[in-house]
């Protein structure tokens, strides 16, 4: 069983109408964790999320395209959002701490290179991750998806974390809808066949005959930021040249941290007069 990477296999199973999608995201959720050091409560809340973003992200077509997920607690609850890309990149920040999510909101915004982002939002019935999100996909995507999430956390540590997917394609008969349901019920603790099984493991033992047949396709998810000094420089630019400089006057330098992925961006004067120069 190989730990050292997040994971995410691929394949059609059941007459190749259903998708199946089966994660092992612990070492994302644990840099995720390391950064943000949420309580462990939320913490679980963001490994689900972060989970379920690298499974959007993909499914993403286009090389360009870019999925967020946010979920907006009710009062006193926290405000958590992750964002993926088609390489896998997963990033992700907290807000507030652990009140339940039930009442709140969960918002995704896909852009998948069409002309218009998509963007669905569901209120959550539950404080079940996968529940809220099996809603969403039922609500806003109107398809019929079985979602499980799930991320143990203790003490700040990830022990498991990961999840499972199975989306039915369009024309999926009711005997294989079924078959998909019956299969969905060893996981409704997704932790404990993963922490025995790994990713790999479930695909071998709980769909053998699809998993011998091919066809399964792995890709590497991980916890990246795609932030960087280039991209701050364009932002600060778009302040103006006489606030920068109110800026450097007040404050002796100008700061801009990264919420994502805890990073400062400092400029100090003769930065921004070479930025100016140069813009
Ligand atoms: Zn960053």
Redesign the pocket.
């Known amino acids: 069983m190989n730990h050292t990477s997040n994971q995410l296999y691929k394949c059609l199973v059941y007459d190749g109408q259903i998708s199946l999608s089966v994660l092992d995201t612990k070492p994302l959720v644990q840099r995720a964790l390391d950064i943000h050091r949420p309580d462990d409560k939320t913490g679980k809340i963001f490994g689900c999320l972060l989970t379920a973003c690298a499974y959007m992200a993909g499914c993403l077509k286009s090389p360009k395209g870019a999925v967020s997920l946010t979920v907006k607690a009710g009062e006193g609850g926290c405000t958590v959002s992750v964002s993926g890309d088609s390489r896998g990149h997963i990033?992700g920040c907290i807000d507030g701490g652990d009140n339940g999510l039930k009442g709140g909101t969960l918002t995704v915004i896909k852009d998948d290179g069409f002309s218009r982002p998509f963007v669905g939002t569901c209120l959550m019935e539950s404080d079940d991750v996968s529940q809220n999100l099996e809603e969403y996909f039922r609500q806003s995507e109107q398809i019929a998806t079985r979602v499980r999430v799930s991320a143990d956390v203790e003490n700040g540590v990830c022990k498991t974390a990961g999840g499972i997917v199975m989306q039915q394609l369009p024309g999926t008969s009711e005997e294989n809808a079924e078959k998909c349901e019956e299969r969905m019920r060893a996981f409704e603790n997704f932790s404990y066949p993963l922490s025995r099984l790994g990713a790999e493991g479930i695909l071998r033992e709980y769909f053998a005959e699809e998993y011998q047949k091919g066809g399964v396709y792995l890709t590497f998810p991980e916890y990246k930021?795609?932030?960087?000094r280039k991209k701050i420089e364009g932002v600060i630019l778009s302040l103006g040249k006489d606030e920068l400089y109110k800026i450097l006057e007040e404050e002796g330098k100008i700061s801009v941290h990264?919420?994502?992925?805890?990073?400062d961006y400092t400029f100090d004067k003769a930065d921004v007069d070479g930025l100016l120069k140069n813009a």
Not at 225 to 228: I, P
Not at 258 to 263: D, K, L, P, Q, R
């Open positions: 990033r930021c795609n932030c960087s990264c919420h994502y992925c805890n990073t």
